[in-house]
């Protein structure tokens, strides 16, 4: 479906253009800075919102596609196009962006101006990469918006933020090199670098099997999985809470969407011989980080790993499908419960993970310490922010009524009809999940006021309440109302089982 308005252009340029608005503006006049980025912020969500109302649920494609000649000698087009996977990301893309310009109104002091900038920017590139249909303007969008967090995390960051940038550029830059000769030989191939021809192409076993890897070394370090997760507690540590917010809540979705873009449907084969080591992969990271993560004394870190060890969930639901579906039955019940489980997850996680690094991050703007042992009692002297952070951690332990719940339970259903050892273990993260969070609960918000520090310190304010709010609104809306966003992914999954399928048989 052809769009006649280029929406989806608008979607990404505005925030960058906007950006670079925010950047000419400077420091010497920070409030008007900070209000002209909520404007485009907001603006740029705005712009997101007729993506979802003139969206056909009913559509198996493409639809808002915008093509034109970008490099003809080449065959590269900008070519954009969001189906029922790539839509709901970039609304969450949009709404994120928004609540990190608020959480930085008045606790980012230096340089503000390219601070908010480097979201806006990022913002786009995160868009686009969602957006984009053609593998040349994907790869350019995937590479760019790596420049903003380096500079997010390197200039903003905590005393070890060149270690941590380093080696966060160091992993997905090394991933991303396989990607890209993985494009190249596709390109050769298919003689263009549309993404929807590279689905098409009959490749044979040894060619699925080293594109799949290629990909996988790219869209694994993303995730990020087991054992090549390293980089991001380093990451989250260090960067500002901003950058930990986009961080866990959109660019590690990058990495579970390039599975459903690139590895599922154009390797499906060798995806299907193969799924036996993502899914041990993810189980390790479901079971095993959720220990690592029970023993954190920094808050940060333990929510770092909460969140390998949640979208764990993700990459076991994409490959599990294999062992349910046939050519007389691509759309098994288990293998739609696993793939929509997937996707509500992602976005569940989109909100979870932000309220709960911002939660961390009321906590560090107060005291400047992440360790769980510097606190005790917050809830005698932060009654409206313990009741926040309370209801996040139910919610991060998977408690029914939140969005939590959803994608786990969607995911663990549909792993029954795989194996009983996958349900199993993924099952587990129900007691894990809990325990670590509700440990962290325990000491920090409840009990008697454990110093001085702590008894000085001072409820939420209207600024924090506000992002608090939006946040607990998105989950509890997931969480009792999942069905539109499921019923928006509908046509698109079915065309995905359809096609796996085809392929494996």
């Given at each position: ?93 949009a709404f994120i962006s928004v609540i990190v310009i608020i959480s930085a109104w008045e606790v980012i002091q230096d340089k503000p ?148 873009r690139f590895s599922l449907p154009i390797a499906p084969d060798a995806s299907s011989e193969l799924a036996w080591i993502i899914i ?209 992914m509908d046509a698109t999954i079915k065309d995905l089982l359809q096609h796996l399928a085809v392929s494996k048989y």
């Amino acid at each position: 479906m052809t769009a006649t308005f280029p929406l989806l252009s608008l979607c990404i340029w505005l925030p960058i253009m906007g950006g670079g608005l925010v950047l000419a503006s400077g420091n010497k006049n920070p409030n008007i800075t900070r209000w002209l980025a909520l404007c485009i912020a907001l603006l740029s969500l705005a712009v997101t919102l007729p993506l979802w109302s003139g969206f056909n649920s009913q559509f198996v494609g493409m639809q808002f596609i915008e093509k034109i000649n970008w490099i003809p000698a080449f065959a590269i087009h900008y070519y954009l196009g969001v189906d029922g996977f790539s839509m709901p990301l970039i609304i969450l893309t949009a709404f994120i962006s928004v609540i990190v310009i608020i959480s930085a109104w008045e606790v980012i002091q230096d340089k503000p101006a390219q601070y908010l900038a480097a979201f806006l920017i990022m913002e786009g590139l995160m868009i686009g990469v969602f957006s984009a249909l053609d593998a040349m303007l994907f790869y350019v969008y995937w590479e760019a918006m790596l420049i903003p967090m380096f500079l997010i995390i390197g200039i903003w960051g905590g005393p070890r933020r060149v270690y941590a940038t380093i080696k966060f550029f160091i992993y997905t830059f090394f991933g991303s090199v396989f990607m890209l000769v993985a494009l190249i030989y596709m390109y050769l191939q298919a003689g263009s670098m549309d993404i929807l021809a590279f689905h098409d192409l009959k490749l044979n076993h040894t060619e699925q099997t080293f594109i799949f890897i290629a990909f996988f070394m790219a869209f694994a370090v993303k995730v990020p999985m087991w054992p090549v997760h390293t980089w991001l507690p380093d990451a989250h540590v260090e960067a500002p809470t901003g950058g930990s917010v986009v961080l866990a809540a959109i660019m590690l979705k990058i990495g579970g969407y390039g599975f459903l873009r690139f590895s599922l449907p154009i390797a499906p084969d060798a995806s299907s011989e193969l799924a036996w080591i993502i899914i041990t992969l993810s189980l390790i990271a479901v079971v095993y980080i959720g220990f690592v993560a029970l023993v954190q004394t920094d808050m940060k870190k333990l929510i770092a790993y909460s969140s390998i060890s949640h979208m764990g969930f993700v990459t076991l639901a994409f490959f599990i499908v294999f062992a349910m579906i046939s050519p007389e039955n691509s759309a098994t019940d288990g293998a739609l419960l696993a793939i929509s489980g997937a996707m509500v997850q992602m976005i569940s996680h989109g909100f979870i993970s932000a309220a709960m690094f911002l939660v961390v991050g009321v906590l560090y703007d107060r005291m400047h310490s992440r360790e769980i042992s510097a606190y005790g009692g917050v809830v005698n002297k932060m009654p409206w922010f313990a009741a926040f952070a309370v209801f996040f951690a139910m919610a991060n332990a998977g408690l029914p009524g939140t969005s939590g719940f959803v994608g786990e339970f969607m995911i663990i259903l549909s792993a029954f009809q795989a194996h009983f050892i996958y349900a199993l273990l993924a099952a587990s993260t129900l007691v894990i999940g809990a325990a670590y969070t509700l440990w962290m609960v325990k000491r920090v918000i409840f009990g008697e006021v454990s110093n001085d520090n702590v008894a000085e310190l001072t409820d939420i304010n209207k600024r924090e309440f506000l992002i608090m709010a939006l946040l607990a609104g998105a989950v509890l809306a997931l969480g009792l109302m999942p069905a539109p966003l499921i019923d928006v992914m509908d046509a698109t999954i079915k065309d995905l089982l359809q096609h796996l399928a085809v392929s494996k048989y």
